[in-house]
């Protein structure tokens, strides 16, 4: 036999149910219905018996149709007290009857679970903030050989099979002999090794891609948003499920699961309702920093932020659980910024404020992530597929006060551990004196040029400025500096005119050499301009020149420049007429040429010159 797809709408007087048997037998079909039983059968099809969340009556108005091209039967069942809202109708697995039970009614073994401790849950008044049972070693010292671990803290041993896998799945090595606290410690330890200060820096000073991605908004915030604009009508009561649609690959998954029953004390309903809240936050992040789009990193992603799932950890307060998933998000993914964590706790209060159909269709998508991937799909079998079964009979009370009970409680950055404000404000200190220095050498060479200009004609004579600038001669050190560094301009400058070439065939110099002394004629006319007489300068630099010439101890090298000098001193007695046309018309190679040459002028005793 085959069990149908089906699916259960309603509306204030009608229970409608909806049954896909396509190519069955639409001549022989049985329906059978009554109080809250309702059972089908069309071959191959055979829905076995539903619990119906309220009482259902035949009184004339029930009607049954199938329509051919779709092949689906259509059956509408009045409701036996007119307006009354039927609520979890989407929790299909939930009204699928337990398998080898012949009525909706529990077995002997889960009377105590459906009756006792279902009273007690609702006697009860959680806080949520307060650990309710303190958590003692020596109670876990009693279990025999191994320790516990699951959903529920139900399982044990399982890893003990799978070593192989165990690396891939999860951190904790050997957890069946590792005992809780010994988990948390070792937890607590591999993130400290883990947390790097430059990547969390870096994101925190460039998070224009974090930025980005807070932007996005999954399903669930449209859905909160409509929630939240109906509340306000009170003819009629609204359950999530109005704002939240699962798909027909959710529904066939729901179908597929077995309906069971899960005997959870006090003490593991309260671990099992914080490991819920771990791994919302888990999956918010994972949904946020991808934009709802899944790659090969999601489910990684989504066991590694949860220490739940991670370092198959039991929680004893909503603190803990936010405090352990801050720490994981700066220590593991690649973005990580406490913006993340403070969006990932609001999208997981508004699913929780959504009812258990937005937390059953996160957990569903949880459970295909886990099942596409290899070795994942152990942590189904460890907690999301008994959390996709436990969710549909929780009562809605409980999640609405886990909501307000998470949406009260803080998380700050000095609660993480990381001393991440101090890291913070020294990386500001750090970014304020790179700007100020930065700034102050801007501004040195904005206003290096213009010192120079005022103070220096070129580079070249830097040490002649600084004696023009200062315009005295009484400090004698800076005087023969400045004496110095003439020396050698005028050493260069006569060097360069000794290894050249004086003259070309026609008696004129060569073009190297002409070039050379253009470049001394503009730099001779930058020098004439910003002087106001010329004839003073020229007077003073011959003044100089004679003065170096006389200096007893020569620098290295100075000879050949006194040498060339007293060369040019006896052409200059030799040829007293050097400024005049020969016979012939042709110009001297010494004639004074279209451009004035400071050399000629150093070099010449002429004071009319």
């Given at each position: 036999?085959?069990?149908?797809?089906?699916?259960?709408?309603?509306d204030p007087?009608f229970?409608?149910?909806?049954?896909?048997?396509?190519?069955?037998?639409?001549?022989?079909?049985?329906?059978?219905?009554e109080?809250?039983?309702?059972k089908?059968?069309?071959?191959?099809?055979?829905?076995?018996?539903?619990?119906?969340?309220?009482?259902?009556?035949?009184?004339?108005?029930?009607?049954a149709s199938?329509?051919?091209d779709?092949?689906?039967?259509?059956?509408?069942?009045?409701?036996?007290?007119?307006?009354?809202?039927?609520?979890g109708l989407?929790?299909l697995?939930?009204?699928l009857?337990?398998?080898k039970?012949?009525?909706?009614k529990?077995?002997?073994?889960?009377i105590?679970?459906?009756a006792?401790l279902?009273?007690?849950e609702?006697?009860e008044?959680f806080?949520?903030?307060?650990?309710?049972?303190?958590?003692?070693e020596?109670a876990?010292s009693?279990?025999?050989?191994?320790?516990?671990?699951?959903?529920g803290?139900?399982?044990?041993?399982?890893?003990?099979?799978l070593?192989?896998?165990?690396?891939?799945?999860?951190?904790?090595?050997?957890?069946?002999?590792?005992?809780?606290?010994?988990?948390?410690?070792k937890?607590?330890?591999a993130?400290?090794?883990k947390?790097?200060p430059?990547?969390?820096l870096?994101d925190?000073f460039?998070?224009?891609?974090?930025?980005?991605v807070?932007?996005y908004e999954?399903?669930?915030?449209?859905?909160?948003?409509?929630?939240?604009?109906?509340?306000?009508?009170?003819?009629q009561?609204?359950?999530?499920?109005?704002?939240v649609?699962?798909?027909?690959?959710?529904?066939?998954?729901l179908?597929k699961?077995?309906?069971?029953s899960?005997?959870l004390d006090?003490r593991?309903?309260?671990?099992?309702y914080?490991?819920l809240i771990?791994?919302?936050?888990?999956?918010?992040?994972?949904?946020?920093?991808?934009?709802g789009d899944?790659?090969?990193?999601?489910?990684?992603?989504?066991?590694?932020l949860?220490?739940?799932?991670?370092?198959?950890?039991?929680?004893t307060s909503?603190?803990?659980?936010?405090?352990?998933f801050g720490?994981?998000?700066?220590?593991?993914?690649?973005?990580?910024?406490?913006?993340?964590?403070?969006r990932?706790?609001?999208d997981?209060?508004?699913?929780?404020?959504?009812?258990?159909?937005?937390v059953?269709?996160c957990?569903?998508?949880?459970h295909?992530?886990f099942?596409e991937?290899?070795?994942?799909?152990?942590?189904?079998?460890?907690?999301?597929?008994?959390?996709?079964?436990?969710?549909?009979?929780?009562?809605?009370?409980k999640?609405?006060?886990?909501?307000?009970s998470l949406q009260?409680?803080t998380?700050?950055?000095?609660?993480i551990?990381?001393?991440?404000?101090?890291?913070?404000?020294?990386?500001?200190?750090?970014?304020?004196?790179?700007?100020?220095l930065?700034?102050?050498?801007?501004?040195?060479?904005?206003?290096l040029?213009?010192?120079?200009?005022?103070?220096?004609d070129?580079e070249e004579s830097?040490?002649?400025?600084s004696?023009?600038?200062?315009?005295?001669?009484s400090d004698?050190q800076?005087?023969s500096t400045?004496?110095?560094g003439k020396?050698?301009s005028?050493?260069g400058?006569?060097?360069?005119?000794?290894t050249?070439?004086?003259?070309?065939?026609?008696?004129?110099?060569?073009g190297?050499?002409?070039s050379?002394f253009?470049?001394s004629?503009?730099?001779s006319?930058?020098?004439?301009q910003s002087t106001?007489?010329p004839?003073?300068l020229?007077?003073?630099?011959e003044?100089?020149?004679?003065?170096a010439?006389r200096?007893s101890?020569?620098?290295?090298?100075?000879?050949?420049?006194s040498?060339?000098l007293?060369?040019?001193?006896?052409?200059?007695?030799?040829?007293?007429e050097?400024?005049?046309?020969?016979?012939?018309?042709?110009?001297?190679f010494?004639?004074?040429?279209?451009?004035?040459?400071?050399?000629?002028?150093?070099?010449?005793?002429?004071?009319?010159?």
């Amino acid at each position: 036999m085959i069990t149908p797809a089906f699916e259960l709408t309603q509306d204030p007087d009608f229970l409608t149910i909806i049954i896909k048997v396509p190519y069955a037998r639409a001549s022989e079909f049985d329906v059978y219905f009554e109080g809250e039983d309702f059972k089908f059968y069309a071959k191959p099809y055979f829905l076995r018996q539903l619990t119906l969340p309220g009482r259902v009556v035949e009184d004339g108005r029930e009607k049954a149709s199938y329509d051919t091209d779709k092949g689906t039967f259509t059956i509408r069942l009045p409701k036996e007290i007119s307006g009354q809202y039927f609520e979890g109708l989407d929790m299909l697995t939930s009204l699928l009857a337990p398998k080898k039970s012949r009525s909706a009614k529990p077995l002997v073994e889960e009377i105590a679970a459906s009756a006792d401790l279902s009273e007690e849950e609702e006697e009860e008044e959680f806080d949520w903030e307060i650990e309710q049972i303190p958590y003692k070693e020596s109670a876990e010292s009693t279990l025999p050989l191994q320790y516990r671990y699951g959903f529920g803290n139900l399982r044990s041993g399982v890893f003990q099979r799978l070593q192989d896998e165990l690396g891939d799945v999860i951190d904790i090595k050997d957890p069946d002999q590792t005992p809780v606290d010994e988990r948390r410690k070792k937890r607590l330890a591999a993130e400290a090794a883990k947390f790097d200060p430059d990547h969390y820096l870096a994101d925190f000073f460039e998070d224009e891609a974090i930025q980005h991605v807070l932007k996005y908004e999954p399903w669930w915030v449209d859905a909160h948003k409509k929630m939240i604009a109906l509340q306000g009508e009170s003819h009629q009561e609204h359950d999530s499920h109005t704002f939240v649609v699962f798909s027909e690959e959710e529904r066939e998954q729901l179908r597929k699961f077995t309906n069971k029953s899960y005997l959870l004390d006090r003490r593991s309903r309260h671990h099992v309702y914080l490991g819920l809240i771990d791994i919302l936050l888990a999956y918010g992040y994972e949904i946020c920093v991808n934009e709802g789009d899944k790659n090969v990193e999601s489910s990684w992603n989504i066991r590694k932020l949860s220490a739940t799932l991670c370092w198959l950890e039991s929680f004893t307060s909503i603190h803990d659980v936010l405090v352990s998933f801050g720490r994981r998000v700066l220590c593991y993914p690649l973005h990580r910024h406490f913006g993340l964590v403070t969006r990932a706790f609001d999208d997981t209060v508004m699913i929780l404020q959504l009812g258990k159909a937005a937390v059953l269709k996160c957990l569903l998508d949880i459970h295909k992530t886990f099942r596409e991937n290899d070795p994942a799909y152990i942590l189904n079998d460890l907690f999301i597929t008994d959390y996709c079964i436990w969710i549909q009979k929780t009562k809605s009370k409980k999640l609405a006060a886990l909501s307000e009970s998470l949406q009260k409680t803080t998380l700050a950055k000095s609660h993480i551990g990381f001393e991440l404000e101090e890291l913070e404000a020294a990386a500001v200190l750090v970014q304020e004196e790179e700007s100020m220095l930065k700034a102050a050498g801007t501004v040195s060479k904005q206003q290096l040029p213009s010192s120079e200009l005022e103070t220096s004609d070129s580079e070249e004579s830097s040490s002649t400025s600084s004696s023009e600038t200062e315009g005295s001669d009484s400090d004698e050190q800076e005087s023969s500096t400045s004496e110095d560094g003439k020396i050698n301009s005028l050493q260069g400058m006569l060097q360069e005119e000794r290894t050249a070439p004086l003259i070309d065939c026609n008696g004129l110099r060569q073009g190297t050499n002409t070039s050379t002394f253009e470049a001394s004629d503009e730099k001779s006319k930058v020098s004439l301009q910003s002087t106001s007489v010329p004839g003073k300068l020229v007077e003073e630099l011959e003044k100089q020149m004679h003065t170096a010439i006389r200096l007893s101890e020569q620098p290295e090298g100075l000879a050949t420049a006194s040498c060339i000098l007293q060369e040019q001193e006896e052409n200059r007695v030799s040829e007293p007429e050097r400024f005049s046309k020969d016979t012939t018309g042709k110009g001297n190679f010494l004639e004074v040429p279209s451009k004035t040459n400071p050399l000629l002028f150093l070099c010449s005793t002429n004071e009319d010159e």
